[in-house]
């Protein structure tokens, strides 16, 4: 006789909120950098401060959304190892969800604290201005910008290798590794 067991099945893609803030993360992330890399090399301007503005604004966006994706996340079972899957090659996967999870809450964090130590206010797109708890320290604002820009780079090349390993799997391989996170997918 079958031992049933009390647990749900693990799904075989992942719950729709996780799927659509995942794509919306995504694209603002993929907004975000590039605004980032260009701001900083602009020497003043009109569309410097332009970038400024949207890379601040987004970048809240960016946190607000990965709350919910981490609440997301905790409330909806996730697709275990895909069968066939090495599992050095899962653990990298998960190692790279980790550290993106990570990067998409401590980067606008580190981003709002560097302009407003500059003395900078962060505007979100106009509807509300962040508090500006530490103050106008250039010094500090130096330091953190500097931890910033680091983690952009980081992020940026951990963004590569995730889409370079989903289209991996949803080319190469075609092991359905990729369909489990596309948003159009029932459930």
Do not use: C
């Amino acid at each position: 006789m079958a031992h049933e067991t009390s647990h749900p099945a693990r799904p075989s893609v992942y719950a729709p909120p996780a799927r659509w803030l995942h794509w919306i993360v995504a694209i603002l992330v993929l907004m975000v950098i590039p605004a980032g890399l260009l701001m900083v090399r602009l020497d003043g301007g009109a569309l410097q401060d332009q970038l400024f503005y949207y890379h601040e604004s987004i970048g809240i966006l960016i946190f607000a959304l990965a709350v919910l994706r981490v609440l997301a996340r905790a409330l909806n079972p996730v697709p275990g190892r895909p069968a066939g899957m090495p599992v050095w090659m899962w653990g990298a996967a998960e190692l790279t969800h980790y550290a993106l999870y990570a990067l998409i809450i401590v980067m606008p964090i580190l981003g709002w604290l560097t302009a407003t130590t500059f003395g900078a206010q962060v505007s979100v797109f106009g509807l509300f201005t962040m508090p500006s708890p530490l103050g106008k320290n250039e010094a500090l604002s130096d330091v953190l910008g500097e931890w910033h820009e680091r983690g952009g780079y980081l992020m940026a090349a951990l963004v590569a290798l995730h889409i370079a390993a989903g289209l991996y799997h949803g080319i190469v391989k075609q092991d359905g590794v990729l369909s489990r996170m596309l948003p159009f997918l029932s459930r």
